[in-house]
């Protein structure tokens, strides 16, 4: 029998091959969280978005003006119904499983986001993604000047109050650069979500989850040698030699020589040494 993460790994190997407009950023953020929980109903998560576009749209009546429906959109999810940002526990990991937001009401930047868009989706007010470092936002697609917050329960941003945003995040420590406000694309999307995870499992020491989150990224991102190679100095790190090495191996092939070539090199040849004890 298939192991359930298993069978994820390769649907999103699937992704990894899709055009980025054909990638289902909700379905894949449920396919996210049913590693975590392998019962998850994956097709009644995605109709308690449905449930809730119903709630807005009943709001919103035939008004179609931008500025009104964005503002509709967050006090129904963020007055009405209790989204928030989770400040007191930023960093537990059901806070970037999209389906315990929806039970729990509680998420970080990213997943408030992606909750947002995906309500937006189904209501015909088009959100796009906006990836800034520490802080994901959106934008209405046909506002370019006007970003949504739903870490802040949905608040309005200008440009500016984008890049003050940024510096307190940043406790100043990161340069204003406009490009920080490009919409990203779906596979981003989701690998910037998988990307959460894995920080937050290898900073809690949680290994099995973190080689979990890193099988999703080389999946999802075949061509971004970084994934598989980050995956292979966890693998050395436990002592997992052969995984270890095909990662390495794989990494050192795919492009020219970078500045830790020589210590990829010399984890192989450790490896190489083990193996022949």
């Not at 995605?46 to 179609?64: M, N, P, T, Y």
């Not at 940002?85 to 537990?92: E, I, R, S, T």
Request: a negative charge; glycine letters at 8%.
């Amino acid at each position: 029998m298939i192991d359930h993460t298993d069978a994820v790994v390769k649907q999103f190997a699937g992704l990894g091959q899709a055009p980025d407009e054909e990638i289902d950023v909700a379905r894949a953020a449920f396919l996210i969280g049913s590693t975590e929980y392998p019962d998850l109903d994956v097709d009644g998560q995605v109709e308690l978005l449905d449930s809730l576009a119903a709630g807005v749209s009943r709001r919103l009546g035939d008004r179609q003006d931008n500025l009104f429906c964005l503002n509709t959109l967050a006090e129904y999810l963020f007055d009405e119904v209790g989204f928030q940002g989770n400040q007191q526990d930023y960093y537990n990991p059901d806070n970037s499983y999209l389906n315990q937001v929806l039970s729990l009401r509680l998420g970080i930047p990213i997943t408030l986001s992606l909750l947002c868009s995906e309500v937006g989706k189904r209501i015909g007010v088009p959100l796009v993604g906006i990836g800034m470092p520490g802080h994901f936002l959106l934008r209405h697609q046909n506002e370019g000047d006007l970003f949504l917050d739903p870490f802040n329960r949905g608040i309005l941003l200008s440009v500016d109050e984008c890049a003050q945003r940024l510096k307190d995040v940043g406790q100043g420590n990161i340069a204003w650069d406009p490009a920080f406000l490009a919409p990203v694309g779906n596979r981003d999307f989701v690998a910037r979500i998988l990307r959460n995870l894995k920080g937050i499992y290898l900073n809690g020491a949680d290994h099995d989850r973190a080689i979990r989150m890193m099988d999703l990224l080389v999946a999802l991102l075949p061509t971004e040698s970084r994934e598989q190679r980050d995956r292979g100095l966890l693998h050395f790190e436990l002592e997992h030699w052969e995984q270890a090495k095909e990662d390495l191996r794989h990494y050192l092939d795919s492009g020219p020589p970078s500045q830790d070539t020589a210590a990829v090199n010399w984890m192989l040849e450790r490896i190489d040494a083990n193996q022949t004890r």
